[in-house]
């Protein structure tokens, strides 16, 4: 396999505060921490944090005892309070977050009055929301608010809820659950009755629609020049400017109205190059899905922040039941040796700090049972290779080799690369990650060219799903990264009908050192959504029609976008507009 190197992208967040962020472990206590780390046995999630940082104190009025863990302080966003009438006693459990570690820093006090001290360039305040059982944090907990605001809107406490699901995922949900052979249903009403049901072909209505101006990154390398590219029809719903709605040329970028610095752009896999298509690495494109129409949706990450989040209930963290039951320890929850995010709370939306500043979601990935391997040599190493994610610096399952991982770093850089043993020492810097099966493209460090992953023709060994029978062409959505005239950029891929290998080709074909899939079969799993300021108000765009539908309405009708004003049982990912420097 041609292993790419780590591609970072991107500078500082801006101001990190370093009150509170030194570490108190002894090298005795890291050891530990990593030795429970690296145990086979049943666990709790806090084991998983190796950086983690564990402070007690006593409340002088009722003798309470606290205890105080910082998840990871190099990132400082997630924290676990537990009260205890007695140091034996069973400990109320509570996940606080600092909702903006970029401007703000948390610091636990435990003097002889504790409290927690909240650092700004504005200075320093204390706040104790514990100090008394009707105050704060009782009425916070008692909210039942997915965020429960503390300490003056400064921190938030986290509140376990039930996260929104269609009505298409409730049910197969419920057949996998509950019914024996329910998987093998789900597949055969998907492959039966849904496959291509989202295919989207258009008509040409016009060629040289390009005027070989440049927007955003390079256009799509096609058979003919961007000048003589056909216009087609295209159900897009984005705001693009510089054309009519409803016509897009093949390749070519067009910006959103009111967001700099994001475009989008319409594919159809047969006007690729040849020297793309005819390049060895991936299979011949069939007939329907060389036809499709898709999009390509570019932020220029110079302008934007991303971050990951979790859903309420996927991935979960328990096994995937597709790696073989020999490759399990007995007595193992889960491959990390959990099944339980407790007493963490996940949430599958953005918290309401960063929401305000939110330009961009789509979802994430596979749900852990798919998030595993059932064929070839992964399957029974490292026990199936169940796809690892990263939240806030927080460790709910571990990075495996060999697999496909979208990361961002302490200092505001992101990268997509396969993921190596050797890449494990960036974990103390890792603000988030998320793993999805293996390559698409992936750069070749002998030759540099950007080629198909090794396992893109590879169903089993590839764990690319789709039917039972092999047959691949679904819906699917993927991202990669584009460098290009002293900018970097993350692209959100929409495939309206495609295998791998049209995948593969179309990233190759937009200039991508770096590819990987997304999630597939349905519009809420390849839902994306831009938010644009108009007039004094927030406007939800979506990629096509059919993505509002997954949308809550207010009783007035407004819009309350998913990941932004609900949770949702999925996870996803979201781009931030940058502060800007004066």
Same mark, same amino acid.
């Given at each position: 396999m041609a292993q790419s190197p780590p591609l970072l992208f991107g500078g500082g967040l801006g101001l990190v505060l370093a009150a509170g962020l030194a570490s108190a472990q002894t090298p005795e206590t890291l050891a530990a921490q990593r030795e429970a780390y690296d145990a086979v046995r049943a666990k709790s999630v806090l084991d998983l944090q190796l950086f983690r940082t564990t402070q007690t104190a006593v409340e002088p009025e009722t003798g309470r005892h606290l205890t105080w863990i910082s998840t990871n302080p190099a990132v400082g966003a997630w924290y676990v309070l537990e009260l205890r009438d007695a140091p034996e006693s069973k400990a109320t459990s509570y996940h606080l977050e600092n909702p903006d570690p970029a401007t703000q820093a948390l610091r636990f006090d435990d003097g002889p009055l504790p409290a927690l001290e909240i650092t700004t360039a504005k200075g320093s305040e204390r706040c104790a929301p514990w100090a008394d059982e009707s105050a704060a944090l009782t009425a916070a907990r008692q909210s039942k608010l997915a965020y429960a605001p503390l300490c003056d809107g400064k921190l938030y406490l986290r509140n376990r809820v039930t996260g929104a699901r269609t009505n298409i995922e409730a049910t197969t949900d419920f057949l996998r659950d509950n019914v024996w052979g329910g998987e093998t249903i789900v597949r055969f009403v998907r492959d039966t009755f849904f496959r291509d049901a989202e295919l989207e072909t258009s008509e040409t209505v016009g060629n040289g629609g390009a005027d070989g101006a440049r927007n955003g990154p390079p256009p799509m390398k096609g058979k003919v020049a961007p000048t003589d590219q056909r216009v087609i029809s295209t159900l897009l719903t984005l705001g693009i400017a510089g054309t009519t709605p409803g016509r897009m040329t093949i390749g070519r970028w067009y910006p959103i109205a009111g967001l700099e610095?994001?475009?989008?752009?319409?594919?159809?896999?047969?006007?690729?190059?040849?020297?793309?298509?005819?390049?060895?690495?991936?299979?011949?494109?069939?007939?329907?899905?060389?036809?499709?129409?898709?999009?390509?949706?570019?932020?220029?990450?110079?302008?934007?922040? #991303?971050?990951?989040?979790?859903? /309420?209930?996927?991935?979960?963290?328990? !096994? %995937?039941?597709?790696?073989? +039951?020999?490759? =399990?320890?007995?007595?193992?929850?889960?491959?990390?040796?959990?099944?339980?995010?407790?007493?963490?709370?996940?949430?599958?939306?953005?918290?309401?700090?960063?929401?305000?500043?939110?330009?961009?979601?789509?979802?994430?990935?596979?749900?852990?049972?798919?998030?595993?391997?059932?064929?070839?040599?992964?399957?029974?190493?490292?026990?199936?290779?169940?796809?690892?994610?990263?939240?806030?610096?927080?460790?709910?399952?571990?990075?495996?080799?060999?697999?496909?991982?979208?990361?961002?770093?302490?200092?505001?850089?992101?990268?997509?690369?396969?993921?190596?043993?050797?890449?494990?020492?960036?974990?103390?810097?890792?603000?988030?990650?998320?793993?999805?099966?293996?390559?698409?493209?992936?750069?070749?460090?002998?030759?540099?060219?950007? #080629?198909?992953?090794?396992?893109? /023709?590879?169903?089993?060994?590839?764990? !690319? %799903?789709?039917?039972?029978? +092999?047959?691949? =062409?679904?819906?699917?959505?993927?991202?990669?990264?584009?460098?290009?005239?002293?900018?970097?950029?993350?692209?959100?891929?929409?495939?309206?009908?495609?295998?791998?290998?049209?995948?593969?080709?179309?990233?190759?074909?937009?200039?991508?050192?770096?590819?990987?899939?997304?999630?597939?079969?349905?519009?809420?799993?390849?839902?994306?959504?831009?938010?644009?300021?108009?007039?004094?108000?927030?406007?939800?765009?979506?990629?096509?029609?059919?993505?509002?539908?997954?949308?809550?309405?207010?009783?007035?009708?407004?819009?309350?976008?998913?990941?932004?004003?609900?949770?949702?049982?999925?996870?996803?990912?979201?781009?931030?507009?940058?502060?800007?420097?004066?």
């Open positions: 610095g994001v475009f989008a752009s319409a594919f159809e896999p047969r006007a690729i190059s040849d020297e793309i298509l005819k390049s060895p690495g991936a299979n011949r494109l069939d007939s329907v899905e060389a036809k499709a129409t898709g999009y390509m949706t570019a932020f220029d990450m110079s302008l934007f922040d #991303i971050g990951y989040a979790v859903g /309420t209930d996927h991935p979960a963290l328990g !096994w %995937s039941s597709r790696p073989p +039951a020999s490759v =399990r320890p007995r007595g193992l929850p889960g491959p990390d040796g959990i099944e339980s995010a407790k007493p963490l709370v996940t949430l599958g939306m953005v918290n309401p700090v960063i929401a305000s500043n939110a330009v961009a979601t789509f979802t994430a990935g596979f749900k852990r049972q798919h998030g595993a391997f059932k064929f070839g040599d992964m399957a029974t190493a490292n026990l199936g290779h169940h796809y690892g994610f990263i939240e806030k610096g927080v460790i709910l399952s571990k990075l495996q080799p060999g697999l496909s991982t979208l990361y961002g770093l302490t200092d505001g850089s992101i990268g997509m690369k396969t993921w190596t043993e050797e890449d494990n020492a960036l974990l103390p810097r890792i603000r988030f990650a998320r793993q999805n099966g293996v390559p698409l493209v992936e750069t070749d460090p002998k030759t540099g060219q950007v #080629i198909p992953g090794d396992r893109v /023709t590879k169903w089993g060994p590839g764990n !690319w %799903s789709g039917s039972a029978k +092999a047959e691949l =062409r679904t819906l699917r959505a993927g991202a990669c990264m584009v460098s290009d005239r002293g900018k970097d950029y993350l692209l959100y891929g929409y495939f309206s009908t495609a295998t791998p290998s049209a995948m593969a080709r179309t990233f190759q074909a937009y200039g991508c050192s770096y590819a990987m899939l997304l999630d597939m079969n349905a519009l809420e799993h390849t839902y994306m959504a831009l938010y644009v300021s108009q007039g004094g108000e927030v406007h939800v765009e979506h990629l096509l029609p059919g993505m509002s539908l997954i949308e809550k309405k207010a009783r007035n009708g407004t819009i309350i976008p998913r990941f932004i004003g609900f949770a949702d049982n999925r996870d996803l990912f979201y781009l931030t507009r940058k502060e800007r420097t004066r």
